[in-house]
């Protein structure tokens, strides 16, 4: 079945910087590729996401790159906010299927 | 539009001791999922229906039992309650239209404690 590691755990910047959080799959027929946030107490929300037809996606500060070939996607922060602390959550599609396999979670801490 | 909704938000429980988890969507989604968070674990898939009458196995079935008796509703069943059934509880729901995005709309959660 399909997995899917995230990297790093945990990530610490200082207000303004530039945030990469980085996710492997191992099912090469996965063809959607979300990320979701979850802020403290509350429900994960889709943020942004990419299909395996497009190599990058943009949305105002976030942008998410995907390598087919090496099978890994990443998620890029550009000037990051405080209200940007959050958890941020990968996932994969599983071949088939709407079925999602979510990566481990990135505790990201922005501080002013 | 209330899109996901969950009942109970909370609920402690006895080990042995059953209850059921409903999840609602207002959405007319096709797909339903439920969900268990654990720390440092992510996501993990315990069951999830492709439609009215229809369940199917995830990630982590043992222990639960799920219905989908109606297209807008999805219920999570514990049995016997174990502690290590202690966890957050996310539903959630999906379209199955060919034009959709594949987001999957998350529920605001069930934090269950099992002592």
């Known amino acids: 079945g399909e997995n899917v590691e995230q990297h790093p755990s945990t990530l610490s910047v200082q207000e303004g910087d530039s945030a990469v959080i980085k996710c492997t799959y191992s099912?090469?027929?996965?063809?959607?590729f979300p990320w979701y946030k979850q802020e403290l107490g509350k429900r994960p929300q889709l943020i942004i996401d990419?299909?395996?037809?497009?190599g990058e996606k943009k949305d105002q500060r976030i942008a998410v790159t995907l390598n087919k070939t090496a099978k890994h996607f990443s998620l890029h922060i550009t000037e990051t906010q405080p209200e940007d602390s959050a958890v941020y959550f990968c996932?994969?599609?599983?071949?088939?299927?709407?079925?999602?396999?979510f990566g481990t979670g990135t505790r990201l801490l922005v501080s002013p | 539009n209330a899109g996901v909704t969950q009942t109970p938000k909370f609920r402690v429980l006895k080990t042995g001791q059953s209850m059921t988890l409903l999840c609602a969507q207002d959405?007319?989604?096709?797909?339903m999922y439920w969900y268990r968070q654990d720390p440092g674990m992510g996501l993990r898939l315990i069951h999830y229906?492709?439609?009215?009458?229809?369940?199917a196995k995830g990630e982590v079935p043992d222990g639960y039992n799920v219905s989908r008796l109606k297209k807008q509703n999805f219920l999570l069943g514990l049995e016997s309650a174990a502690p290590s059934q202690t966890s957050v509880y996310f539903c959630?729901?999906?379209?199955?239209?060919?034009?959709?995005?594949?987001?999957?709309?998350f529920g605001p959660g069930t934090r269950l404690t099992v002592l």
């Open positions: 959630a729901s999906s379209s199955s239209r060919p034009a959709s995005t594949d987001t999957q709309y």
């Open positions: 099912d090469s027929a996965s063809n959607y």
């Open positions: 990419i299909r395996s037809n497009v």
């Open positions: 996932a994969a599609s599983m071949a088939g299927f709407q079925k999602l396999v």
């Open positions: 959405m007319n989604h096709e797909y």
């Open positions: 229906s492709v439609g009215e009458g229809t369940t």
